[in-house]
């Protein structure tokens, strides 16, 4: 059983589109996050939700909206898609604390044409 | 969020041990040092973590300076499988703890 499973894999799409990565975890975690992998490899943090509450927007234009259903899913919603947002988007989720690994998913890479 | 420091690159012959080292010179008392890999086109993977004494699994060794300032990740016997990003992090504050990736240090093996 995949921890933290991402879908789809793969999105191309063309500018001014609206689209959505699905996340779900199945480690029981009460912390789940979204990342972006630029095409530089930075890995910089977008938000944490933890018990479906948001406690981390890391300044992430209001074109991206996390949604929430329950605490094993975290969707990441991305309303009039530009260039600059093609990147690898991993999924992950934690327990919370300092002293608790986070385990990440394969990751969504996304193409805007 | 205190900032650690890793060389860019570093090589190793497959079978050898490897140290990779990192340098957090303004850890404070409550942060634990994590370090994380990524593969390529795989997402980052939870390698070791500690707060003040050395620490092993099955993956790596954790060695942590007495000053906390340094650590060093070893992997005993490197495989080709171990070629990718490594990655030192401190990790602070309970809920909004958060992983904040530098830019690693991009690990190549030699057969």
């Known amino acids: 059983d995949t921890a933290v499973s991402q879908t789809p894999k793969y999105l191309v799409t063309q500018m001014g589109n609206d689209k959505s990565i699905k996340c779900e975890q199945n480690?029981?975690?009460?912390?789940m996050y979204w990342y972006k992998q630029d095409s530089k490899k930075f890995l910089k943090i977008m938000f944490s939700?933890?018990?479906?509450?948001?406690?981390i927007n890391e300044t992430v234009p209001n074109r991206f909206s996390p949604k929430s259903p329950d605490k094993a899913h975290l969707n990441l919603h991305i309303n009039s898609l530009e260039l600059g947002d093609s990147a690898v988007y991993f999924c992950?989720?934690?327990?919370?604390?300092?002293?608790?690994?986070?385990?990440f998913g394969q990751g969504t890479r996304l193409t805007v044409v | 969020d205190a900032k650690t420091t890793q060389p860019n690159s570093m090589e190793s012959n497959e079978e050898e041990p490897v140290h990779l080292p990192c340098n957090h010179s303004?850890?404070?008392?409550?942060?634990?040092i994590h370090w994380y890999r990524q593969l390529p086109s795989q997402g980052p993977e939870y390698v070791i973590h500690?707060?003040?004494s050395n620490v092993n699994n099955r993956m790596a060794s954790l060695a942590i300076a007495e000053d906390r300032k340094s650590s060093t990740l070893i992997l005993h016997r490197a495989t080709l499988r171990d070629a990718a990003v490594y990655y030192c992090?401190?990790?602070?504050?309970?809920?909004?703890?958060?992983?904040?990736f530098g830019k690693g240090i991009t690990l190549s093996v030699r057969p």
């Open positions: 992950a989720s934690s327990r919370t604390g300092r002293r608790t690994e986070a385990f």
């Open positions: 480690l029981g975690h009460d912390t």
């Open positions: 939700y933890n018990n479906k509450e948001l406690i």
């Open positions: 303004t850890i404070s008392g409550t942060d634990y």
């Open positions: 500690g707060l003040t």
């Open positions: 992090i401190l990790v602070n504050t309970g809920a909004n703890s958060k992983l904040t």
